[in-house]
């Protein structure tokens, strides 16, 4: 069976991009001991952070099955089929407001996404997109061309394989020591 180590995985780094009012835009790389802070010092700061947790499913005494999950450290080893649950958190730790709060977060590579596994928190305006390309361009719902056998195209939804990064928009602001969660799940490849 296929492991994967997690520290190799170069993909895992989280990027936050926040758009300030005066449209400065900031960019975090994170999976360095789990947090980084993205700044501004005329509206305060986020801090940001991202955990990894392996999916563990178990059946009880009764049989019914049971999830737990179990958070992974830097380097630890995944096989081929597990899945795995990133949580993304953003602190703002300033007393003003950050406005259009954005954080994109690519699928690692060796990992598919679990179509419908994106969460937000109940934040006003909170919003989750996904790439099929690159990271290039965020739409709520993506699709994909196929050339059928007769040579018709036809519009059909894109593969899980196809996911390149999640994005959540948190809305208008996030307020002064405000917090913001998202998380998402992956299948090893």
């Known amino acids: 069976?296929?492991?994967?180590?997690?520290?190799?995985?170069?993909?895992?780094?989280?990027?936050?991009?926040?758009?300030?009012?005066?449209?400065?835009?900031?960019?975090?790389?994170?999976?360095?001991?789990?947090?980084?802070?993205?700044?501004?010092?005329?509206?305060?700061?986020?801090?940001?952070?991202?955990?990894?947790?392996?999916?563990?499913?178990?059946?009880?005494?009764?049989?019914?099955?049971?999830?737990?999950?179990?958070?992974?450290?830097?380097?630890?080893?995944?096989?081929?089929?597990?899945?795995?649950?990133?949580?993304?958190?953003?602190?703002?730790?300033?007393?003003?407001?950050?406005n259009n709060l954005t954080i994109n977060q690519p699928i690692p590579r060796g990992m598919a996404y679990v179509l419908n596994s994106a969460t937000v928190n109940q934040k006003d305006g909170a919003q989750i997109t996904y790439s099929i390309n690159g990271g290039k361009t965020y739409v709520k719902n993506p699709t994909i061309e196929v050339k059928l056998a007769d040579g018709t195209v036809e519009t059909r939804p894109a593969p899980d394989t196809a996911y390149t990064h999640v994005r959540w928009n948190f809305g208008k602001s996030l307020p002064g020591k405000g917090s913001v969660n998202g998380t998402y799940q992956v299948r090893v490849r």
Not at 43 to 70: F, H, N
Request: no cysteine; hydrophobic share 45%; charged share 20%.
């Open 1 to 98: 069976m296929k492991r994967v180590s997690i520290a190799s995985l170069s993909a895992v780094a989280l990027i936050a991009s926040i758009t300030f009012s005066n449209q400065i835009p900031v960019v975090a790389n994170i999976f360095q001991g789990g947090a980084a802070v993205a700044q501004n010092a005329k509206k305060g700061q986020v801090q940001l952070r991202l955990k990894a947790e392996k999916k563990i499913v178990i059946q009880d005494a009764q049989g019914k099955r049971q999830v737990t999950w179990k958070e992974l450290s830097n380097g630890a080893q995944v096989k081929q089929g597990e899945v795995l649950r990133y949580s993304v958190s953003g602190a703002n730790n300033g007393e003003k407001a950050v």
